[in-house]
């Protein structure tokens, strides 16, 4: 088990040979796509004269993509080592080294990841992800050619995909503006009136943009909410030692208000502290957000917590599955063989087992649980 425990403890410590780059990488590619940001959508033109800019973009959206995808990778590892861990109490001195070098490259990811998210973009972003519908102008003359049953759906469709790419940190406001688009779809371009309705789809998203930014005042920005994000846990089915990753299901905006605001993160905790602005509590408080959250000076349960004892199932104390000399080794029960399970759900390895009835037996595991 030791072994197990120590190839956990050697990944995600460091750099990976085969997928690395330096931190000076890292800060030069934040500042391009957040410089690319503002200038909205690339629609293709100038193909040819912009290859080199384009080629140069995309290295650094793969960039970022690898490096939130190590951040993730680490933040697993890590609690994947102290799910195992927790098995073995006294084994913590032993692996606290391994585990502080775990923490700490954890967060150099993290603030590397934080270099891509621009703090304005995601208070904005809450912003209009709380805004209310406005009144929506179905009887504007411009939107006639969609038809007159057709156009409030139209609008309200346009108002919720506004509001939904909000969401899309990496895309930018320029890129939202193309929403225009969609309320023609299906009408010709040749069709009088198209353009017209277009054109003012495309005022009405500005409109919207507005309002966003006025309710994204400069007070609003500034840390002034501390919440308790609630990180789901696994499944009852689930081995203890496997860590279902929560962050592979979360949206770009979440994941971009965990590496910004998160402060000083207990991973495996199973809560995270988070100081944020008004508008983005409000957001995270609300019934859509992607990660249950409280308010920190609220009553919260706090996580349920391991507390049973090195003799109870499922806490292997010395002398159980170890190299303990003989006669400090202790008897194997039923209770330890299911905490093995849990440990090695889909492997089934042969064991060395010595009983009073059967001596000596190599056994696979299934066996000595059904025995």
């Not at 040749?190 to 919207?208: M, N, P």
């Not at 849990?342 to 009983?355: K, N």
């Amino acid at each position: 088990m030791k072994r197990a425990c120590y190839v956990i403890l050697r990944s995600y410590r460091e750099p990976d040979e085969d997928e690395c780059w330096t931190d000076h990488e890292a800060r030069g590619a934040a500042e391009l796509l957040r410089a690319e940001q503002g200038l909205g959508a690339h629609d293709g033109e100038d193909e040819e004269d912009d290859a080199p800019l384009r080629e140069a973009r995309e290295e650094a959206e793969n960039l970022r993509g690898l490096i939130f995808s190590h951040w993730c990778g680490a933040r697993g590892s890590l609690l994947e080592a102290q799910a195992l861990l927790a098995h073995f109490p006294w084994l913590e001195e032993w692996a606290k080294p391994s585990l502080s070098i775990k923490a700490r490259y954890l967060e150099t990811l993290r603030a590397q990841a934080a270099r891509f998210v621009d703090r304005e973009e995601l208070v904005g972003a809450a912003a209009a992800m709380v805004l209310p519908m406005p009144e929506l102008p179905c009887a504007d003359p411009a939107f006639a050619v969609l038809g007159g049953s057709r156009v409030s759906s139209a609008l309200v469709r346009l108002w919720h995909r506004w509001r939904s790419t909000a969401g899309r940190i990496w895309n930018g406001p320029g890129t939202r503006a193309y929403l225009s688009c969609e309320i023609v779809r299906g009408i010709r371009s040749s069709q009088k009136g198209r353009d017209a309705a277009r054109a003012e789809a495309a005022r009405l998203i500005e409109c919207w943009g507005e309002l966003a930014r006025a309710a994204a005042a400069p007070l609003d920005r500034a840390p002034k909410r501390r919440l308790t994000g609630h990180i789901p846990h696994g499944s009852a089915g689930t081995p203890r030692h496997v860590v279902t990753d929560f962050l592979d299901g979360l949206d770009e905006w979440t994941l971009g208000v965990l590496v910004t605001w998160a402060v000083q993160p207990e991973w495996g905790s199973g809560v995270l502290t988070l100081e944020v602005p008004d508008l983005v509590a409000e957001r995270l408080l609300g019934p859509a957000s992607g990660l249950p959250c409280s308010p920190a000076d609220g009553t919260v349960d706090p996580p349920e917590r391991d507390s049973r004892t090195g003799s109870e199932p499922g806490r292997l104390r010395p002398g159980v599955f170890d190299d303990t000399p003989f006669f400090d080794r202790c008897p194997v029960t039923l209770d330890h063989i299911r905490a093995l399970r849990t440990l090695t759900p889909t492997a089934d390895p042969l064991y060395l087992v010595f009983s009073a009835s059967g001596g000596a037996e190599v056994l696979p595991l299934n066996t000595l649980e059904s025995g």
